[in-house]
């Protein structure tokens, strides 16, 4: 009983990490005109912050894991979470557009480790068979900071002063390294390989397949996630104000979507619910933009949306740790890089429609083509792991009767 209590809590910390991530990663989004006036800057420099964060955790995500690879687990996660916390408060602390911009790629460093390394100990801390419950109470951490602590952040950064915003964000990065300190098993190193020997996972072609689906699929999810205000507002014509509770609709999606894939899981094989959620992405964000003129409907579809895009998040977490056999960190963590390049891919085609006059519900359409892409490709590796086993049956058979 006491060992089922401390990996409760340990998976606690995991979450406790997640939510700070999640906080600093979407909460200046809500605050950058107040980010760009304090700074003298225009809201268009400002938005180079963001894509300052997400080019950190495709940097990081990689580097941080194979640098660390010599440390144990509970160490690597304290090391990230006090990189983070160090950073972050540093944000707090710019007083102009280029430390503030070196400050969120350093402070974006430790987010796809973070997650890469914590599913893989998120999975060693569940009982037999719960890996995938055991993953999603990480990523819970994350589906509560857009529920909770990005309105509530924002609310503190506009009433009072941008940089009380990150100073939040350092708070619970510090109750983030307490809990990871105190809560987290001590693994024993469990790897003496050396980067060449780990390196032999990421050879499989396979997990290199799993990487293009995250970049390509979620980019379903971030074409019409990037856009959704100006949906909101254009096209279902619902207030300003009501984009702020429309957001927090789309957190609780993701929040019950997140268990969901967890659930679906457990039901069927990681790769398999990977394929099923991709396709219900494309058949919600078709329906959503066929209904978007619909206010009361659009917002039903916010939180549909929310929901199905987040059923992705745990089965193509451990799609990845079980194609990179040996390298699970590193994998995991490259697939951390993948969901922020898909961030990028999925805001920059879903704007070009919009560029050309039409409406931002064509957002809708660009993300469905992109989820409809990872689906195809979700299929095909699939199809090529059935080809594999037949080959290799058809070869022991032949083998025997010779």
Request: proline share 3%.
């Amino acid at each position: 009983m006491k060992e089922k209590n401390s990996n409760k809590k340990a998976l606690l910390a995991l979450a406790v990490g997640g939510f700070g991530i999640g906080l600093t990663e979407f909460v200046i989004m809500g605050i950058l005109p107040n980010v760009a006036e304090a700074l003298q800057i225009t809201i268009p420099e400002a938005g180079h912050f963001i894509s300052a964060y997400a080019l950190g955790v495709v940097v990081g995500a990689p580097l941080l894991t194979s640098i660390s690879h010599k440390l144990s687990s509970n160490k690597i996660l304290l090391f990230l979470m006090i990189w983070f916390t160090v950073f972050n408060t540093l944000s707090a602390f710019s007083t102009g557009y280029g430390m503030m911009l070196v400050m969120r790629f350093l402070s974006a460093l430790p987010h796809g480790a973070f997650f890469g390394i914590g599913a893989v100990v998120a999975g060693k801390l569940a009982k037999e068979g719960k890996s995938a419950q055991a993953i999603a109470v990480m990523f819970t951490g994350l589906t509560v900071a857009n529920i909770i602590g990005v309105p509530i952040g924002t609310y503190i950064g506009n009433q009072y002063h941008w940089s009380a915003s990150f100073i939040m964000v350092g708070i619970v990065g510090i109750l983030a390294m307490i809990s990871i300190f105190y809560w987290m098993p001590h693994f024993k190193h469990e790897n003496d390989s050396s980067s060449e020997e780990e390196a032999k996972g990421l050879k499989n072609p396979e997990m290199w397949a799993l990487i293009l689906l995250t970049t390509i699929g979620t980019g379903g999810f971030f074409a019409w996630y990037s856009y959704i205000a100006p949906l909101l507002t254009n096209v279902s014509h619902l207030s300003e104000d009501m984009v702020s509770y429309a957001m927090i609709l789309a957190g609780l999606g993701m929040f019950v979507g997140n268990f969901v894939g967890a659930k679906m899981t457990e039901t069927f094989s990681p790769l398999r619910s990977v394929a099923i959620s991709m396709f219900a992405i494309v058949l919600v964000l078709i329906c959503n933009a066929l209904v978007a003129s619909n206010a009361v409907m659009a917002l039903i579809f916010t939180f549909i949306v929310g929901m199905i895009a987040f059923t992705i998040s745990t089965p193509i977490q451990m799609a990845i740790i079980n194609s990179a056999k040996g390298s699970e960190m590193l994998g995991s963590s490259m697939n951390q890089s993948a969901f922020n390049m898909g961030n990028a891919l999925g805001a920059y085609l879903a704007g070009l429609p919009i560029a050309y006059g039409f409406s931002a519900a064509s957002s809708s359409f660009v993300g469905a083509g992109l989820a409809l892409a990872g689906g195809i490709i979700a299929v095909t590796i699939l199809v090529y792991r059935k080809q594999k086993v037949k080959a290799k049956n058809k070869s022991s058979v032949s083998y025997c009767s010779s």
